[in-house]
């Protein structure tokens, strides 16, 4: 913040303070945390204290005002020298390892993050071996300046405003002033708006040409007229984006390089609205002409839609009762094809209602003559293509043969994969469990590598009815033999644990040492005994693959035998990653799935090229240019690493067998959740993970060579960092939020990045 909004933040912080502070105009603890909104107890007695200066155990406005004009307006030894005294607890004028052991608790929970204690005790160390240059076991002011000062940029964060200190709650902003397009936007989006205005040149050439065939009678028939010819086309062509198949193909030309593919969802959605319009303006044409019809001595508006005569037009004169069907069943399925349907817990809904598109298409053959001419070849392969997806997705059924829950209702599902099945990393499949519903298809990004052979691995967070569903199915062991009459035991087995010097990193399957209990909750269906492996002699009439495993706390693991379908594969825009000369991928949350897959098969390419040739860097085979790759990974809080821990820190093992140092590869995570280094709250905490994660290669939260950055990745930055690094073309790869890809797709235009969001 600058000097106006300083003075704008005291204004508020006094604001508060007088709406709160009773006649004597002094406030005690509890109410200085409502106040100043500060929720850690910690922090907020320490500045309480210091803000306290006579010692009454409340703090006037006066007092307030003089401790916020020193942060305010101080100079960077005062701002510095508050910072001591809020680590310096006893007042004794240094820091020793008791007080920064409380500091860097306190530090953890501000940030959300947990750690074992004797991590703690790790960064405690080592933050007191950094500091303490005499070596008394404790830091004094000049020597916590010195190692502050150590830090590029440190300070000057630490000591710009007051709002490093204690910040008021962001405002929100919304701009009423639209983002004027530049031109590198315009050029970005070249493809999508040379199609858009291909399209409305089209509809608006089929109106003009229907339109004057009947420009000699009613100026009302000439409307209708022109909107039924722009009806042929777009009930017909709004099929074309759904063809997954042939639009698969087609990305793998030179056409479907040239064309918005990554957009057919938002086209469908378009065509959609566009056919619902269209079809309320010729059915209000037709209507109003009949009712100057009406004048002439014809029959009543109700008669009219209800009675099928001859000369009516359709099939035996049923045009106006088709068309009257036919606008109830469009009106359903934009109503029930909203998100707040599709993505509130109402997905049957919006599955159902869309089927209409069957008694639809039939109703227009019989309501418009004509149409089947414009049908013929999109809705041709459209059935084309559900009858060959049918029959594939369900000509062989497989197997869920393991099931891992993981942190924060993400389950990550093991599929055998058929030997047939063949896919590009970053494709997607549409998965239907006949246990959880027996209709319904939902889209999942496939985040194993096509180089895996055996399996197909599919991450799937709990955001909706199905997913949560799903999550509870093989949470519950009881539901996994949903139909007749199930008889269960436990059975106990002791097995070594695998020895893990830090719990909760990947490759610990048990985070502990010694031995460690496996409880199996065993299953057969009464009367019908099955034969299996892996118990006593005793329990071989009991269903070991419908078996649950819990090992150890925090991981949780399920064998099964649960029978699935898969449709697909189908392509995305990250297709287009290996034409890429610098990729960055960007994801947000379990928007890391498409990559994963991704990743996996780049260090698979890039293993078997250094193989084969170990002095090339840049020459690869001819469909992977890729000189550069970043991986950005942003996550809320420290749960949601562990989905793709084990992945990440076997990249980073390859990178470093393949090329020791090389950055081919980089990784970048981010923890929103944890304050920045600028923060108060969190400096101490910072500091001390950079001095452990530089003393052991490792970081703390994930175990990854990668440091885990605190906050929200400063784009501007960030990309800047990219376009400085003139790698080759960059082209930005983004899954996630749909907020956050506004963001990122502004800071891609500024750099002039190609810009490709993931679409289901």
């Known amino acids: 913040m600058g000097t106006a909004e300083d003075a704008a933040w005291l204004r508020w912080v006094t604001e508060r303070f007088q709406s709160i502070a009773g006649h004597d105009e002094e406030i005690g603890l509890e109410e200085f945390k409502a106040a100043l909104q500060v929720k850690e107890s910690f922090f907020a007695e320490r500045f309480f204290a210091l803000f306290d200066v006579d010692g009454s155990g409340t703090i006037s406005l006066a007092e307030l005002h003089g401790a916020l004009a020193l942060l305010l307006r101080g100079t960077a030894a005062d701002k510095l020298r508050f910072l001591f ?59 916590l300046q010195q190692q502050l000062e150590a830090v590029p940029g440190l300070m000057e964060s630490l000591t710009i405003s007051a709002a490093s200190w204690l910040k008021p709650p962001a405002p929100t902003r919304h701009s009423r002033r639209p983002r004027c397009p530049t031109s590198r936007s315009w050029h970005n989006h070249r493809g999508q708006l040379a199609f858009l205005g291909g399209y409305v040149s089209l509809n608006l050439l089929l109106f003009t040409l229907a339109a004057l065939r009947h420009v000699g009678g009613s100026g009302w028939v000439a409307a209708a007229r022109g909107c039924g010819q722009c009806l042929n086309f777009n009930c017909a062509f709004i099929a074309v984006p759904m063809l997954r198949r042939c639009l698969t193909r087609l990305r793998a030309t030179p056409a479907g390089r040239a064309l918005p593919l990554e957009h057919c969802v938002a086209l469908h959605q378009l065509v959609g609205s566009a056919v619902l319009a269209l079809a309320v303006l010729h059915a209000g044409a037709h209507v109003a002409n009949y009712g100057r019809l009406a004048q002439d001595g014809h ?35 934009l109503a029930f094809s909203s998100p707040c349907v599709r993505r509130g817990g109402h997905f049957e809904l919006f599955y159902w209602s869309h089927l209409s598109y069957v008694p639809v298409w039939a109703l227009l053959l019989f309501h418009a003559p004509n149409f089947w001419k414009w049908f013929l070849v999109p809705g041709g392969l459209f059935v084309l293509e559900k009858a060959v997806g049918t029959a594939v997705s369900r000509a062989v059924g497989l197997r869920i043969v393991e099931v891992h829950l993981l942190p924060s209702q993400v389950t990550h599902l093991v599929i055998q994969r058929p030997r047939s099945f063949r896919f590009e990393p970053g494709d997607y499949i549409y998965l239907n469990i006949p246990a959880i519903a027996a209709y319904e298809w939902h889209p999942f990004s496939i985040s194993s590598a096509p180089e895996q052979q055996d399996t197909i691995w599919l991450h799937i967070r709990s955001l909706g009815q199905w997913t949560t569903r799903l999550y509870e199915f093989f949470r519950q062991p009881e539901p996994l033999q949903p139909h007749g009459n199930l008889e269960r035991k436990r059975w106990w087995q002791r097995v070594q644990a695998t020895p893990c010097t830090t719990p909760g990193t990947s490759g610990c399957s048990v985070p502990s040492t010694g031995d460690a209990a496996i409880e199996l909750t065993l299953y057969r269906r009464s009367g019908a005994p099955t034969t299996t492996r892996g118990t006593e002699d005793g329990d071989r009439d009991w269903d070991t693959s419908l078996q649950a495993v819990s090992v150890g706390p925090g991981e949780s693991q399920q064998l099964c035998s649960i029978k699935c379908y898969i449709d697909g594969p189908y392509g995305t825009p990250t297709r287009r990653i290996f034409t890429s000369e610098h990729a960055v991928l960007i994801g947000a949350g379990i928007g890391i799935t498409p990559f994963a897959s991704i990743l996996q098969s780049i260090m698979y390419r890039y293993r078997q090229r250094k193989q084969s040739c170990p002095s090339c860097e840049t020459v690869w085979d001819e469909d992977m240019a890729l000189r550069k790759v970043d991986f950005i990974w942003i996550n809320r809080d420290q749960q949601h690493f562990e989905w793709f821990l084990d992945l990440l820190a076997a990249l980073e093992l390859q990178q470093e067998e393949q090329d020791p140092g090389g950055r081919f590869l980089e990784l970048h995570l981010y923890m ?19 001095l452990l994660a530089a003393k052991e290669q490792r970081d703390s939260i994930t175990g990854l060579r990668t440091r885990t950055q605190p906050g929200r990745p400063d784009w501007s930055q960030v990309l800047g960092r990219v376009a400085e690094e003139r790698k080759g073309k960059v082209h930005v790869f983004f899954c996630g939020s749909l907020a956050l890809a506004k963001v990122v797709r502004m800071h891609c235009e500024r750099f002039g990045f190609r810009f490709f969001k993931e679409n289901f």
């Open 85 to 143: 005294q809020v680590y310096d607890v006893d007042g004794s004028g240094s820091i020793d390892a008791a007080e920064l052991l409380l500091v860097l608790r306190a530090c953890l929970r501000e940030s959300a993050i947990s750690l074992p204690p004797q991590r703690l005790h790790d960064m405690a160390r080592v933050l007191l071996e950094a500091a303490d240059e005499d070596g008394n076991g404790s830091i004094t002011f000049q020597e």
């Open 299 to 333: 029959g009543a508006l109700s008669e009219f839609l209800l009675v099928a005569r001859p000369g009516g037009g359709g099939f035996g004169g049923t045009a106006p009762q088709t068309g009257l069907a036919l606008q109830l069943l469009l009106f359903a399925m």
């Open 672 to 690: 929103t959740s944890a304050l920045g280094r600028s923060d108060v709250k969190a400096v101490g905490l910072q500091l001390a993970l950079d």
